[in-house]
């Protein structure tokens, strides 16, 4: 069965602190697609990152980085030099090759960062 | 580009009443999708078209819910009979393209309100 799991369900920071969130995924499927979405006090949830199974490659993005690990089925997602603007909730979810027009996610980490 | 938009952003009604919401999704997107997100919950999967076919529905559609794209762009989602269980966010998202696992570009949502 596929499943999401973040198991931090609120992280509060002071600004510029680093800070990472945590996603362990499960899935019997070998291809598969890894996404970050961030949701705003606004509501509508918006595409940080997708990540085939395939591809491991670390990335970065300007003070966002992704950490995909095969091995402990594992896809964490570090903010550098946290703003305030970064206070959301973030969800990571989980994609299946044969179930691929849904997306599964996880229960989100909400963030918060203090001036 | 207007981004998703849906109408009304909140609705309260009284159980045993019929709503009914609106998603416009991004012009030239092929692809809506119906989620819905109660409080501390990620959004879970409802059902999702490819133009006007509706292509998949998820067990937590009852037959309480019927969701339209009439012509391929605006679609509607429908309650009937509404239970206080009903109450939540109902988000709407959409993505272009033939594949899937494409980002979905969400709308802020309409959240419900079941007395």
């Known amino acids: 069965a596929q499943k999401v799991t973040q198991a931090q369900t609120e992280i509060s920071v002071v600004e510029k602190e680093d800070v990472t969130l945590d996603c362990v995924y499960e899935?019997?499927?070998?291809?598969?697609?890894l996404f970050w979405y961030k949701q705003p006090p606004s509501g509508e949830l918006v595409f940080l990152i997708r990540?085939?199974?395939?591809?491991?490659q670390n990335e970065i993005s300007g003070r966002y980085s992704w950490n995909f690990q095969k091995s402990t089925s594992s896809f964490n997602f570090t903010i550098t030099a946290s703003q305030v603007v970064d206070s959301a909730v973030y969800f990571c979810?989980?994609?299946?090759?044969?179930?691929?027009?849904?997306?599964?996610f996880g229960t989100g980490t909400r963030l918060q960062v203090f001036p | 580009d207007t981004g998703v938009s849906q109408d009304p952003r909140h609705k309260i009604t009284k159980r045993g009443q019929n709503v009914t919401f609106r998603c416009d999704p991004i012009?030239?997107?092929?692809?809506l999708y119906w989620y819905r997100q109660t409080l501390g919950q990620g959004p879970e999967f409802l059902t999702y078209?490819?133009?006007?076919?509706?292509?998949?529905k998820s067990r937590l559609l009852s037959d309480r819910f019927s969701a339209e794209r009439p012509k391929g762009s605006f679609s509607t989602l429908e309650i009937q009979r509404t239970e206080q269980g009903d109450s939540a966010m109902y988000l709407c998202?959409?993505?272009?393209?033939?594949?899937?696992?494409?980002?979905?570009?969400f709308g802020s949502g309409t959240q419900l309100s079941v007395l």
């Open positions: 998202a959409s993505s272009l393209g033939a594949a899937a696992n494409e980002k979905l570009f």
């Open positions: 012009s030239e997107h092929n692809r």
């Open positions: 078209f490819q133009n006007e076919a509706q292509l998949e």
């Open positions: 899935t019997r499927d070998t291809t598969y697609y």
């Open positions: 990540r085939n199974s395939f591809d491991e």
């Open positions: 979810a989980l994609s299946e090759a044969w179930n691929t027009d849904k997306l599964i």
